[in-house]
């Protein structure tokens, strides 16, 4: 009776996927700079969603802990609504956005870890615990196909008509709302929701990384350096209106066979490496690409945007199976929420940073500088995770 329930969530939980992160609203900050905010604008409202994102990560994986994955997920999907309302009715009033902004943060923070903590506990439950990998490596690859779809299909409202993008979104979060509803809450949330408090989670969050630092130097270095490998995929996007509509929809296309590839090679890969020894080539590769930059040709400028993309999609999968397997079942979503806060902490720092550079130096000498760290990063870090996996096995 309970395995085919559980075994059931593995199947909803792609589907709510697809629902809750279709890209529709990719060229949000075209809609904003359409609806008379200026760049400088745009950029305070991103570090706005960043800094809310930073402050409620981890409180909202404590309500994951402390009540039920289900509620975090339906709330989650309420936040992304409301978020959609606040741009519509926005009308070139910052402050609005702002708080579309923060809404919107605290639609990313509610879902994540916590979609990721329930398909591990319905994989356990279910009895296919062995099998996470592969259920990790399709939902990434779900993801990565819905957000370059939407792109796609958000490329027809361009011209003005980007107001009618969040009307889908709110549709597609009103589905995603039914199919969470009908989601088996893991017998064991149930079972210990009246002993767990807020602080005792604290606690045992604050206790785990004492005994075991170790897994902190591992979270918050990978996400540094994750954040930093993000960089040509967002500050690209510049470049994109040099390109025709039809190219744009291609690379998107292209983008995305690429990112459901590397999600599959994931499965397979993750069988044979773990994080710790693929991350160093992950790095190296892509400082390696960041250096073809210096060419300065519009298709390399392609190339390096589809691979790197690529590469941290094939990254996250196996990553994400690996730090599962050393949380403490009591603290799952927490510690993935910590691991979100870090990477937004990086984005906080790393992004304004970046855009600096670009300003001073120039699209291909800032690449060529970060690639040139990320290339010199990978034979530090092939030493160091060595070292930190033997210690968290030890742990």
């Known amino acids: 009776m309970i395995v085919p329930s559980y075994r059931k969530n593995i199947g909803v939980l792609y589907v709510v996927e697809f629902f809750s992160f279709f890209g529709i609203t990719t060229f949000w900050v075209l809609f904003l700079s359409q609806n008379g905010m200026t760049l400088l604008e745009i950029g305070l409202l991103e570090s706005i969603f960043h800094g809310t994102s930073l402050l409620s990560e981890i409180p909202s994986g404590m309500l994951a802990d402390r009540f039920s994955y289900k509620s975090n997920l339906l709330v989650g999907r309420m936040a992304a609504i ?35 903590a329930m398909l591990y506990d319905s994989a356990v439950h279910a009895g296919l615990k062995d099998r996470y990998l592969a ?62 408090t807020l602080s005792s989670i604290v606690q045992t969050v604050v206790k785990e990384f004492k005994t075991n630092p170790a897994l902190l130097l591992w979270l918050l270095i990978g996400q540094i350096f994750c954040a930093t490998i993000c960089m040509f995929y967002f500050y690209y996007q510049n470049q994109l209106p040099t390109l025709s509509s039809w190219q744009i929809a291609a690379l998107m296309l292209v983008g995305t066979g690429f990112n459901i590839g590397a999600a599959y090679l994931a499965s397979q890969l993750g ?40 590469l941290y999609a094939l990254y996250m ?30 984005m906080i720092l790393l992004f304004p940073l970046t855009g600096w550079m670009i300003d001073k130096l120039g699209f291909t000498p800032t690449f060529l500088t970060i690639g040139s760290f990320l290339c010199i990063s990978s034979f530090i870090l092939a030493f160091f995770l060595g070292k930190v996996q033997r210690m968290l096995q030890k742990s």
């Open 82 to 116: 409301v978020s959609c309302i606040l741009m519509i009715c926005g009308q070139g009033h910052f402050w609005i956005y702002a708080l579309a902004m923060m809404v919107n943060a605290w639609a990313y923070n509610f879902d994540s870890g916590t979609s990721s």
């Open 135 to 196: 259920f990790s490596s399709v939902i990434s690859g779900v993801a990565e196909a819905t957000m370059s779809l939407g792109a796609v299909l958000a490329g027809f409202f361009v011209h003005g008509q980007l107001e009618v993008t969040y009307y889908i979104m709110i549709g597609y979060s009103l589905c995603a709302m039914i199919l969470i509803s009908l989601l088996k809450e893991p017998d064991s949330k149930s079972v210990t929701e009246e002993k767990i």
């Open 271 to 310: 069988k044979k490496w773990s994080s710790f020894q693929l991350f160093p080539w992950i790095v190296g590769l892509t400082g390696l690409l960041y250096g073809t930059s210096i060419l300065n040709q519009a298709n390399i400028h392609m190339l390096i945007y589809l691979l790197t993309n690529a």
């Open 317 to 346: 999968p196996i990553v994400s199976n690996d730090i599962q397997s050393y949380l403490p079942n009591s603290v799952r979503a927490t510690m993935l929420s910590v691991n979100a806060m870090f990477f937004s902490l990086s």
